[in-house]
């Protein structure tokens, strides 16, 4: 029954490598994003899909792309990691109204280290 | 720029104990105002606020938001080890996007 999950839970992999993490929802909710805890624990937003359309892409570099193949899940790929990559990321969702969004639910995170 | 400012930072306090967590914000597009608790793991959701002075409870915990003022404040009563965590509040923008305070850490002492 679980709400929010990602895969992997943890990631250890050496810096120059790509990797991909994935994320699902089985709450119905049509906006999905990526959020970025560094070691201070600050979250901040990386992007946002609403019913596979791109809708928040905040500076982060390009060596980052999400993909949202249907409005249940959202993927992230990392191209050429490097050690200021390392963080936990956390994947979440939403519901859109036409007034605005939803509270946010998170994913149990996904702790990227990068040596 | 946007900005979401906790205050404290840690707080050590024993159980039974009250304690009052403040959030205050700038930003440009204000939808909403949230609360979460984070544990070891994923935050987890606790209040939405989108009207001034109206308090949300939900068992010890109560929150009200102050949009003249621009803050909100996040009480709990009679605490409980298990309210130990960090506590972040955050600022929803029309575009959904959640701008996050630094967090509060809670430690409560049996």
């Known amino acids: 029954d679980t709400a929010v999950s990602q895969t992997p839970k943890y990631l250890v992999t050496q810096m120059g490598n790509d990797k991909s993490i994935k994320c699902e929802q089985n709450l119905g909710h049509d906006t999905m994003y990526w959020y970025k805890q560094d070691s201070k624990k600050f979250l901040k937003i990386m992007f946002s899909?609403?019913?596979?359309?791109?809708?928040i892409n905040e500076t982060v570099p390009n060596r980052f792309s999400p993909k949202s193949p249907d409005k249940a899940h959202l993927n992230l790929h990392i191209n050429s990691l490097e050690l200021g990559d390392s963080a936990v990321y956390f994947c979440?969702?939403?519901?859109?109204?036409?007034?605005?969004?939803?509270?946010?639910?998170f994913g149990p995170g996904t702790r990227l280290t990068v040596t | 720029e946007d900005k979401v400012v906790q205050s404290p930072l840690s707080l050590v306090v024993h159980e039974g104990d009250t304690v009052t967590l403040n959030c205050s914000y700038e930003v440009t597009n204000f939808r909403s105002l949230l609360w979460y608790k984070q544990e070891k793991k994923a935050p987890t959701f606790l209040f939405m606020l989108?009207?001034?002075?109206i308090e949300k409870k939900s068992g010890r915990l109560s929150s009200i938001l102050d949009k003249k003022e621009l803050f909100s404040i996040l009480n709990i009563t009679a605490t409980q080890t298990g309210d130990s965590a960090v506590y972040l509040c955050?600022?929803?923008?029309?575009?959904?996007?959640?701008?996050f305070g630094q967090g509060t850490t809670l430690q409560v002492k049996p």
């Open positions: 899909y609403n019913n596979k359309e791109l809708i």
């Open positions: 989108t009207s001034s002075g």
């Open positions: 979440a969702s939403s519901h859109r109204s036409g007034t605005g969004f939803y509270e946010q639910y």
């Open positions: 955050a600022i929803s923008s029309n575009t959904g996007k959640l701008i």
